[in-house]
């Protein structure tokens, strides 16, 4: 090879563009982070005043402007907690414990994620098998939808406690009741999504297999069901994210010590409104990167397929 | 010579929101073993809706109709016809070998059989270097030929062609109607061609089936006395423009009962 760069080369111009890509999208991102950790600790400051104020005043001391910032930025149960407080509990949790230790926000997060990729599975596997039978039967049709969109319309914060103790009578305790609940969330837009793409394809794709005398099931696996891949994906999205707040939603009202939710309630108990935020943050991280991973999924997935080319 | 397709009396009507069309009055039509007959006229003639009913894909209201000296349904699952519709319609998850396989794989013939066929279709059609390819790799006029070779691939010896070349420019589709004689020279394939193209018609076909709306019905049928060889500047003879003011013609006067 000479030393002339060979442009042609797999990868050659990635460094480039992917510095272009920092320059173009890094710098609207990070200014919008500066703009939103300014907007958080302008509220605290403003929303944690009041609790300054009184002790002061049952101090008698005076309140001066440094000494405010000072104080409302340092509460130990500030009704809303400054930035800086937050990061120092998720690293005192996250990184700082080890990850078998109770007090470890990972270990908790694993508890509420393993319910979530349970009840992914079983809603994503249930919502799938209600999308066939719907497409493939006329009295499904009629009448599994309406159904499936009822139930969605009850308050899961309502359905939560019954499920649990209704399970918890048959002597099912622990994950399954938490998946469960998971799964009746992330089912419904699989559903939806699902008979979408089993209809996707036209009546020329049908009348084609159909001059071949293909059966049923051969329309299924070779046209159906590939045909649905790309709206099984963008149900697959929803669905998981779906499958977190269950999961979250399940440990609520159970009065449970494990997980995200169980942080979440004893934070409330206590006012450990630091322990609140950091376990809220570590809620929406968990579902960033699940949403995420579906994402590659299906960008790979899909791109294998030759679809959207 | 036998009669690969027979129509006597063929009526359809369709039921749509505002009262009924008739979309086929009284079409009579013999087509014999190795035939081109191409359909020609305006949308709503029912040139379409003759061709479905022959695949099968529609059923007529009344008269009677035989393909292959059966119903035209029982033809269909016996597969004596191969059939290409206006758009390619490739699996684009396929390779275009896969894409071919596609009946094969559903008609169940063994791995083996399909692999050579796939092979000697692709040949057929000037493609056997893209077996491996997938469709958004092929030109518009590439994936058409796919889908032809795909309507081939089994042995059906009637070939169903619903405007298939209507979607391409005019270069292409010159290209593809020589492409498409000398494959139906060498294959003998009887062929029945829906086209809205006067041109097209009269040098693909032996026969030129001319209908028009309102009731859907046949006006004209014209044999050509075109030789079978025929190369693309056989337009410009005089007998070529002699058929194609025929056809034209034709057309017209459908268009003057409305």
């Keep these: 090879m000479s030393g002339a760069p060979n442009i042609a080369a797999p990868g050659a111009g990635i460094g480039r563009r992917g510095r272009l890509w920092v320059r173009a999208a890094l710098l609207p991102v990070l200014t919008v982070v500066a703009a939103l950790l300014l907007l958080w600790y302008a509220g605290a400051v403003w929303m944690n005043a009041q609790w300054t104020r009184d002790q002061a005043a049952r101090a008698g001391t005076e309140v001066t402007l440094p000494l405010l910032l000072q104080d409302t930025l340092s509460q130990e149960r500030p009704l809303l907690p400054a930035p800086h407080q937050v990061a120092a509990e998720l690293y005192d949790t996250v990184i700082a414990k080890a990850v078998t230790s109770k007090r470890s926000l990972v270990y908790h997060a694993w508890i509420t994620l393993s319910a979530t990729l349970l009840g992914f599975a079983i809603g994503t596997a249930l919502g799938i098998l209600l999308a066939v039978g719907i497409v493939h039967n006329r009295a499904m049709d009629m009448s599994v939808l309406p159904w499936a969109i009822a139930s969605q319309t009850i308050p899961i914060l309502a359905l939560a406690p019954m499920i649990i103790v209704v399970m918890n009578s048959v002597g099912v305790q622990g994950l399954l009741p938490k998946a469960v609940i998971s799964a009746y969330l992330s089912f419904f837009p699989v559903v939806v999504g699902m008979v979408s793409g089993l209809r996707a394809p036209d009546a020329m794709q049908m009348d084609l297999l159909k001059t071949y005398g293909a059966s049923r099931s051969q329309v299924f696996w070779r046209l159906r069901l590939p045909s649905s891949l790309p709206y099984l994906f963008a149900s697959l999205k929803v669905g998981i994210a779906a499958a977190l707040v269950g999961a979250i939603v399940g440990e609520l009202p159970t009065g449970a010590v494990r997980g995200l939710g169980a942080r979440l309630l004893s934070g409330s108990y206590y006012g450990q409104t630091v322990q609140i935020w950091a376990a809220l943050l570590m809620a929406a991280v968990c579902a960033a990167v699940l949403v995420g991973v579906v994402g590659l999924l299906q960008k790979v997935v899909l791109g294998r397929m030759g679809f959207g080319r | ?258």
């Design chain 2, 1 to 258: 010579m036998s009669s690969v397709v027979s129509a006597k009396n063929l009526n359809l009507t369709f039921d749509t929101g505002d009262g009924q069309v008739q979309a086929l009055s009284c079409v009579t039509l013999d087509v014999a073993r190795g035939e081109f007959v191409s359909f020609i006229g305006p949308s709503g003639c029912g040139k379409t809706t003759f061709l479905r009913c022959v695949a099968a894909l529609e059923t007529p209201t009344s008269g009677t109709l035989s393909v292959n000296g059966m119903s035209a349904d029982e033809a269909r699952r016996a597969r004596a016809y191969g059939y290409v519709f206006q758009a390619a319609g490739l699996y684009p998850w396929r390779t275009i070998g896969r894409n071919v396989s596609l009946p094969l794989e559903i008609m169940g013939y063994p791995r083996e059989e399909q692999r050579r066929r796939v092979k000697d279709v692709l040949q057929l059609v000037d493609l056997a270097a893209f077996e491996g390819k997938y469709p958004w790799q092929l030109s518009g006029g590439m994936q058409q030929r796919a889908s032809i070779a795909r309507a081939l691939a089994f042995d059906a010896d009637l070939l169903l062609m619903d405007e298939p070349f209507g979607a391409l420019d005019e270069i292409v589709r010159d290209h593809l109607n020589e492409q498409l004689l000398s494959l139906w020279a060498r294959t003998e394939k009887t062929c029945l061609f829906v086209t809205h193209s006067i041109p097209e018609a009269v040098y693909l076909s032996t026969k030129i089936v001319v209908m028009s709306p309102r009731p859907g019905r046949i006006t004209d049928i014209i044999d050509s006395p075109l030789p079978r060889e025929r190369p693309l500047d056989i337009r410009d003879t005089a007998e070529f423009i002699e058929i194609a003011h025929r056809v034209r013609e034709g057309l017209r006067a459908g268009h003057s009962h409305d």
